[in-house]
């Protein structure tokens, strides 16, 4: 069956950098793109981007150009998330997401999601 | 950049209600719209895409409608599992979500 597994909860303190991981299975990794979305305590959902996982190119919301950075280890289906010089707003639960349509379509419908990982930014 | 604009902000239904919530975009956007549902520490599922279309195991009691700027997600019989936040999106371009509904038991 289709899965995407996260990586594990992180404590950080301000300034410092974070690497979460979305480990896919179940489907060819290559054939779908992955999404990002952050969920900060007590907030709603916010689309951070997304990468291509065919080329690797990754594509970033205005609000996540800068210090977020969408990578690849195609050979292990993995998606990564990385942060850097983190700051109390970066305190959020950041999903994995999954596209219903192949990574051809423009149309981002999630039907499969990673449980989420909790990164605190305190110092 | 559109904005989705969901209404009302929370709800409290008893069980066997109806209850309809709304999504409402700042352009047209056909009917490019998705629901999600989302529990307390949970990831959001998929409920509607494409405006209307129910995903793979969804209960009939949900169904999406609208078209262009103006969109529903009506749940029929309100059951006790359906507390939960409710989001709609946009699913195109850069996907942009609503800030929810959040639909309470009494």
């Known amino acids: 069956q289709i899965q995407l597994v996260q990586s594990g909860p992180e404590l950080k303190k301000p300034g410092e950098s974070v690497k979460i991981s979305c480990k896919a299975s179940?489907?060819?990794?290559?054939?779908?793109?992955m999404h990002w979305v952050k969920q900060a305590p007590g907030k709603g959902l916010k689309w951070m981007g997304w990468?291509?996982?065919?080329?690797?190119?990754?594509t970033y919301a205005d609000d996540f150009k800068g210090r977020f950075v969408f990578s690849l280890e195609a050979s292990a289906s993995t998606a990564n998330l990385q942060i850097s010089n983190l700051k109390n707003e970066d305190t959020a639960t950041y999903f994995c997401a999954r596209p219903a349509g192949h990574i051809t379509t423009t149309r981002y419908y999630f039907d499969y999601w990673g449980q989420g990982v909790m990164v605190t930014v305190s110092s | 950049n559109i904005v989705m604009t969901q209404s009302p902000k929370s709800m409290s239904i008893s069980v066997g209600d109806r209850v309809t919530m709304n999504c409402k975009a700042s352009q047209n956007v056909g009917n490019n719209i998705a629901w999600y549902q989302q529990k307390p520490g949970q990831s959001p599922k998929l409920l509607i895409y494409?405006?209307?279309n129910r995903y793979t195991g969804v209960p009939d009691r949900f169904t999406g409608g609208g078209y262009g700027t103006d969109f529903t997600l009506t749940i029929n019989s309100v059951q006790a599992e359906d507390a939960a936040f409710y989001y709609c999106q946009r699913i195109y371009n850069s996907p942009p979500f609503g800030a929810g509904t959040k639909l309470e038991l009494k």
């Open positions: 494409y405006a209307s």
């Open positions: 179940g489907y060819t990794f290559t054939d779908y793109a």
């Open positions: 990468i291509n996982t065919y080329t690797g190119k990754p």
